[in-house]
């Protein structure tokens, strides 16, 4: 909704004659605009309105340990005095004061807390303010962190044009971190430590200082608070995350430098979010692990998409339409996902599915006889003469149980067809690309729907 559109529908409810509908559609009108600048936010609607210590509406958040829980009060300012007055009675509560009438009166009354409401961890802000909070997210720009961060952390005195000053800023600040120029890096710095509290300043300075050493910053060279060892943290990341999609790969290519599956393994994520998408779409060639666990059909996406990223017994899990593909840097990352048990393929299946792998040994099980056959020098063992040689009729009823492929970059990948697990011979690294491209389609038959709406980055 428009500036204008929003400020006229809002007088208009707060004039309505009928005080009990007044209050409904005020509230009604304030919880979209929350909304529009946070789509997590869970908004509880008490029964007060305008009461001195009760708030009028309660925010919570369902992910992420920074801020679990706001009050909001709504206020009718009638005099700066006792605006002032109000402010400082709730203070110790760590608000958002919502000023209604966008009048001259609200104006002076919010520039007399300004230091009050900065000193005590309150935001006051009114009609013009958070609507401009809620523009960002038209702009689809990085900004939508800091909206969403100053309903969870604000703090201060946030008009229109406050508001679109912290943005503007924090734009220019991560624009200048991914160049490592410090100058708007530390303007943005600054803007973030004087309008945010502590917990959500360091995580988005702890953003800025993440793509200033993936563009080649030096880290003592951050104009800011630094964390030593140059990575984003768990708690930062998982904010991030559960933000506004940010469809911006240059970004999420930055940030992923320093990520490992490890550390998204460690992550509370609820569903998958657009965000994680994206993060691990654009870090396929750089992200690695060494292991591959596949499951049969077991979880059931929030999304309609597949597949999709998620996170789930503490490992990333790419979920397809009848699969579950676990990745973990060590084995024991994997304890909470027990393997499948299965028969084997055929070899037929084997031949079908290695489009994009080069197989270069198979064991081949036929009731208690098996053997092991292995291709020479680069050939591949689906060409060896020793499995040519079989008749279709002995291959029919033999059973592929284990396998060893080559990935592009001559990395090798044992495979368990009995188990459905893959792992890196040696110590070998396999990217994410690789273990979806060559290693998942072995082990499991992607279906079509599965290959139309493969994870965005693998071609």
């Given amino acids: 909704m428009s500036k204008t559109d929003y400020a006229r529908a809002l007088r208009d409810a707060l004039y309505d004659p009928n005080p009990n509908s007044s209050a409904r559609r005020v509230k009604d009108l304030v919880i979209r605009e929350l909304l529009e600048v946070d789509p997590r936010v869970e908004i509880k609607n008490t029964e007060y309105f305008n009461h001195t210590f009760s708030p009028d509406l309660v925010l919570s958040w ?27 009675l709730i203070s110790e509560l760590h608000p958002i004061v919502y000023g209604l009438d966008d009048g001259p009166s609200l104006a002076t009354s919010m520039t007399a807390v300004a230091e009050l409401s900065h000193r005590n961890d309150v935001l006051v802000t009114d009609v013009h303010g958070m609507n401009r909070l809620a523009r960002n997210r038209e702009d689809r720009s990085i900004a939508n962190l800091v909206s969403s961060a100053l309903i969870r952390g604000g703090r201060g005195l946030m008009d229109s044009n406050g508001a679109e000053q912290i943005s503007a800023s924090v734009n220019r600040g991560f624009e200048g971190a991914r160049s490592a120029e ?5 303007t943005a710095v600054d803007s973030l ?4 509290m502590p917990v959500q300043s ?8 993440a793509v200033w050493i993936s563009s080649h910053g030096r880290i003592e060279g951050f104009p800011g608070p630094t964390e030593l060892s140059g990575e984003i943290s768990d708690e930062s990341l998982e904010y991030l995350i559960h933000f506004d999609a940010i469809d911006d790969t240059e970004f999420w290519r930055a940030l992923g430098s320093s990520l490992s599956v490890e550390q998204l393994s460690r992550l509370k994520v609820i569903g998958e979010p657009a965000n994680l998408q994206h993060l691990v779409a654009a870090n396929l060639d750089h992200l690695w692990s060494r292991h591959l666990r596949v499951k049969v059909g077991e979880l059931a996406l929030t999304s309609s998409d597949f597949p999709q990223w998620t996170v789930t017994r503490n490992c990333l899990c790419l979920q397809g ?7 973990a840097e060590n084995s024991p990352a994997l304890k909470h996902v027990k393997p499948d048990r299965a028969n084997g393929i055929s070899v037929h ?3 079908r599915r290695s489009i994009n792998a080069h197989l270069s040994e198979i064991t081949i099980k036929k009731g208690a006889e ?3 056959v292995e291709a020479e020098g680069n050939g591949s063992v689906l060409e ?22 080559k990935t592009l970059s001559n990395q090798e990948i044992r495979l368990d067809f009995m188990s459905l697990d893959a792992s890196a011979v040696t110590s070998a690294r396999i990217t994410l690309h690789d273990w979806v491209t060559v290693a998942l389609p072995l082990l499991w038959e992607v279906s079509d729907e599965d290959h139309a709406a493969e994870p965005q980055g693998i071609e």
């Fill in 370 to 372: 098996a053997f092991t």
């Fill in 321 to 327: 339409v009848d699969y579950s593909a676990y990745f």
């Fill in 193 to 196: 430590q004087h309008h945010l």
């Fill in 349 to 351: 299946d084997v031949r």
């Fill in 202 to 209: 360091r995580q988005m300075t702890q953003f800025l200082q």
């Fill in 62 to 88: 369902p992910e992420g340990p920074a801020v679990k829980k706001r009050y909001l009060f709504l206020r009718l300012p009638d005099t700066p005095k006792y605006f002032a007055e109000d402010v400082e």
């Fill in 384 to 405: 060896a003469e020793s499995l040519s040689a079989l008749p279709e009729s002995y291959l029919g009823d033999a059973r592929a149980v284990r396998a060893t492929c």
């Fill in 182 to 186: 410090a100058g708007p890096t530390e």
